[in-house]
C-alpha cells in the first residue's frame, strides 16, 4: 500500500507490482525487452508518477498526465489481448492497476480508438441471429452487415494465384469467378508461366504476371508467390495457390475481420481435399533440442477461432510480414519455413477459423528429402510433420559436426555417436573380466571410470572413435568388486536401455560427491572456469548461449529436472 505525500488516501499499487515479483527472469525475457519495458512502464506510472506529487516535475498537476496515462493504457490494452499468456496476465494486471489509479485520482482515462479496442475498423461487422434460423443444415446463424465498408476491400486485400501449367488454368478461373461474385472489386494477382496466358477473361479486376520458365519447368513457388507480392498494394493478401475454387464457404470477409480483430500475422480456415475429407489444419509446434515437433490441436480460442503456431490450409496473411522475411526461393517447404521464422521472430501465432472452409486440389505430403532441407537449415536431427510420420537425420545427413560447445545442448546425433563408444568400451571390459564401473558423473549419464586386472593403481587409456575421445582412469578398488566377495550381485544403473555396474548405493555416491543440489544441472568446470572437478559446481544457472534463442541454447532452460529436454513431452501454454 502507497500513501501520498499530500493526502490520506490509500491506493493499492501492489497489484501493479507484484506482477513483477512473481515472475522470473525467464519468463520476463519470454515476453520481449519491448513488452517488458512497457510493463514496467505502466507499473512506474501508476505507482509513482501519479500516487507521489513529489516524483512529479515541478509537481505537476494531477490531470496533465491524463493524455499520457491513456496512451500507456492504449498500448497496455493492445498487449492484453494479443500477447502470449503468461504477458496477458501481466499486461491485464498493470492495465488493471493503472486503471484503478485513474478512478481514485479522479482522472478521465480517454477510452482506446477502436482499433486498440480490437473493434472492427475497415471490416464490416456480424451479428449472430439465434440457434435456430439455420436448422436444419445451419447454413445460416452469423451474418455480416451490410455497410460501405466493403466498398474498400479492393484496398485491403489481394488474392495470389498461379497457373504453372495448363490444368491450373481451369482451377484458376473457378476460382476467379467464386471471387468476383463473392467479393466484386478485390484483385487478383496471377503468376502465369509461359504461353498460358490470356485465358483468364472475362474476370475483373485480374493482373496476369508473365514468369518465364527455365529448363522447361516453372520457378519455385516461393519465387512466384514473391514475384507476385512485389506488386501488392494490400495490407493483405490471400496464398491461394492450392484453391481448387472460391465458394461461400470460403468467408474470406470472415477471415479479413479476425485478422484486424485479433492483429494475427496469418488467418486460415478449414480445408476439405477433393476427396470430402475435411481437416481443421492447426498445429502447435515444439522446436527444441534438436527436433522440430508438430501437434494436431490447440491451447487457445477466440472468436471461435483456433490460435496455432501453423496451419495447412491457405493462408491470409499480412504483406508487411511477408515482405519482412520473405518466401525462401530456394525452400521446399516455403510456407513451413515462413510460419516457422514469424513464430521465432515473436510474431502474433496463426488463427484457423474452421466455419471458413477452403476447397483445395489434392496435396502430396512432404518428402523426406523436403524435410532434410530444412533440417539441415535449424540442425534438427528428428522431425514429425504435420502430416505424421517420424524422419530422424544422422549427423552425417545433416552435415553437423560433434562439437562441445558452452552453453549448448549436444546434438543427439552426437550423443549417439558418445553413447556407442561407451557401450564399446564396457563390452570389452565384461569380455576381458575386466570390472569397470559408471562412476562420477557417468553414474548420471557420462563416462565409464575404470580399473584393470583388480588392483591397478592410477594410469590412464584412451579410446578414440568418431569425434570423440574417451579416457578411462585407473582405481584400486571397486565396489563391485566389495559385493562380490560378499555373494552379493554388483548394483547396476540403466544407461540407454543396458545395465551397467555403478558404485553401491549410486544417489549417496553422488550425494556425498558433489554435495548441494545434485540433480540439477551444472555445465562442465572447464567451461566454467574452474580448476579441477573437485571444486564445487554452479546450478543457479547455464551460461549464456552465444546465439540466443537458438533450439540448443540451454540458457532457456531451467537448470532442475530433466523431462524438459524429453521431446515427447509437451509443456502446457500457460
Given amino acids: 500500500m502507497f500513501v501520498t505525500s499530500r493526502h490520506s488516501e490509500y491506493f493499492d499499487c501492489e497489484g501493479a507490482k507484484s506482477v513483477f515479483k512473481a515472475r522470473s527472469g525467464r519468463r520476463l525475457r519470454a515476453l520481449g525487452a519491448a513488452r517488458a519495458l512497457l510493463l514496467l512502464l505502466a507499473a512506474g506510472v501508476c505507482c509513482h508518477l501519479l500516487l507521489m506529487p513529489a516524483c512529479r516535475p515541478d509537481n505537476e498537476p494531477r490531470s496533465s498526465v491524463g493524455p499520457e496515462l491513456s496512451s500507456v493504457a492504449a498500448a497496455l490494452s493492445r498487449l492484453a489481448r494479443s500477447a502470449d499468456a503468461p504477458g496477458r496476465r501481466l499486461a491485464a494486471a498493470a492495465l488493471s492497476s493503472l486503471q484503478r489509479a485513474g478512478r481514485r485520482l479522479h482522472l478521465t482515462l480517454a477510452r482506446p480508438a477502436a482499433a486498440d479496442r480490437g473493434a472492427v475498423r475497415r471490416v464490416c461487422p456480424e451479428r449472430y441471429v439465434n440457434s435456430t434460423?439455420?436448422?436444419?443444415?445451419?447454413?445460416?446463424?452469423?451474418?455480416?452487415?451490410?455497410?460501405?465498408?466493403?466498398?474498400?476491400?479492393?484496398?485491403l486485400l489481394t488474392v495470389l494465384l498461379v497457373v504453372a501449367e495448363p490444368a491450373d488454368v481451369a482451377r484458376v478461373r473457378r476460382v476467379l469467378a467464386g471471387l468476383n461474385e463473392q467479393l466484386p472489386g478485390v484483385p487478383a494477382r496471377v503468376a502465369v508461366v509461359d504461353g498460358l496466358g490470356g485465358r483468364l477473361a472475362p474476370f475483373r479486376d485480374v493482373t496476369e504476371v508473365p514468369v518465364a520458365a527455365s529448363a522447361g519447368r516453372p520457378p519455385p513457388l516461393a519465387a512466384l508467390l514473391n514475384r507476385l507480392l512485389a506488386g501488392a498494394a494490400t495490407d493483405y493478401v490471400l496464398l491461394g495457390a492450392e484453391l481448387e475454387r472460391l465458394d461461400p464457404d470460403a468467408d474470406l470477409e470472415r477471415l479479413l475481420r479476425e485478422a484486424e480483430r485479433q492483429r494475427a500475422a496469418a488467418v486460415a480456415g478449414a480445408a476439405r481435399a477433393p476427396d470430402g475429407r475435411w481437416s481443421l489444419g492447426c498445429f502447435q509446434v515444439r522446436l527444441a533440442n534438436y527436433s522440430l515437433r508438430y501437434r494436431a490441436g490447440y491451447w487457445r480460442s477466440r472468436h471461435e477461432c483456433v490460435r496455432c503456431d501453423h496451419a495447412a490450409g491457405p493462408l491470409l496473411a499480412r504483406a508487411e510480414l511477408l515482405r519482412r522475411w520473405?518466401?525462401?526461393?530456394?525452400?521446399?517447404?516455403?510456407?513451413?519455413?515462413?510460419?516457422?521464422?514469424?513464430?521465432?521472430?515473436?510474431?502474433?501465432?496463426?488463427?484457423?477459423?474452421?466455419?471458413?472452409?477452403?476447397?483445395?486440389?489434392?496435396?502430396?505430403?512432404?518428402?523426406?528429402?523436403?524435410?532434410?532441407q530444412e533440417a539441415r537449415r535449424l540442425h534438427l536431427t528428428l522431425v514429425e510433420p504435420p502430416a505424421g510420420g517420424r524422419l530422424q537425420f544422422s549427423c552425417q545427413?545433416?552435415?553437423?559436426?560433434?562439437?562441445?560447445?558452452?552453453?549448448?545442448?549436444?546434438?543427439?546425433?552426437?550423443?549417439?555417436?558418445?553413447?556407442?563408444l561407451i557401450h564399446a568400451v564396457l563390452d570389452d571390459c565384461e569380455r576381458t573380466g575386466a570390472l569397470c564401473e559408471l562412476q562420477e558423473g557417468t553414474l548420471l549419464e557420462s563416462e565409464p571410470y575404470c580399473c584393470h586386472d583388480n588392483r591397478t593403481a592410477g594410469g590412464v587409456a584412451k579410446v578414440y572413435q568418431d569425434d570423440w575421445m574417451l579416457e578411462l582412469w585407473g582405481q584400486h578398488w571397486l565396489d563391485t568388486e566389495k559385493l562380490r566377495r560378499h555373494g552379493l550381485p554388483p548394483t547396476r544403473v540403466q544407461l540407454d536401455g543396458r545395465w551397467y555396474p555403478a558404485p553401491r548405493n549410486p544417489?549417496?555416491?553422488?550425494?556425498?560427491?558433489?554435495?548441494?543440489?545434485?540433480?540439477?544441472?551444472?555445465?562442465?568446470?572447464?567451461?566454467?572456469?574452474?580448476?579441477?572437478?573437485?571444486?564445487?559446481?554452479?546450478?543457479?544457472?547455464?551460461?549464456?548461449?552465444?546465439?540466443?534463442?537458438?533450439?540448443?541454447?540451454?540458457?532457456?532452460?531451467?537448470?532442475?529436472?530433466?523431462?524438459?529436454?524429453?521431446?515427447?513431452?509437451?509443456?502446457?501454454?500457460?
Fill in 133 to 155: 434460423v439455420g436448422y436444419p443444415f445451419f447454413y445460416d446463424g452469423w451474418r455480416s452487415a451490410a455497410c460501405p465498408l466493403r466498398r474498400d476491400y479492393g484496398r
Fill in 326 to 372: 520473405p518466401l525462401a526461393d530456394s525452400s521446399r517447404l516455403p510456407l513451413e519455413r515462413w510460419l516457422l521464422d514469424v513464430r521465432g521472430a515473436g510474431q502474433q501465432p496463426v488463427l484457423v477459423c474452421p466455419d471458413v472452409m477452403f476447397h483445395v486440389r489434392r496435396q502430396r505430403p512432404a518428402a523426406a528429402t523436403d524435410w532434410l
Fill in 397 to 420: 545427413q545433416l552435415r553437423l559436426p560433434c562439437e562441445v560447445r558452452p552453453g549448448r545442448l549436444l546434438s543427439p546425433c552426437c550423443r549417439r555417436q558418445l553413447l556407442r
Fill in 507 to 574: 544417489g549417496r555416491y553422488v550425494r556425498n560427491r558433489y554435495g548441494r543440489e545434485v540433480y540439477r544441472h551444472a555445465e562442465h568446470w572447464m567451461d566454467t572456469g574452474r580448476a579441477s572437478s573437485w571444486e564445487p559446481y554452479d546450478t543457479a544457472r547455464f551460461l549464456a548461449c552465444d546465439s540466443p534463442g537458438d533450439h540448443s541454447c540451454l540458457d532457456q532452460y531451467s537448470t532442475d529436472g530433466v523431462l524438459q529436454f524429453e521431446p515427447d513431452v509437451w509443456p502446457a501454454d500457460e
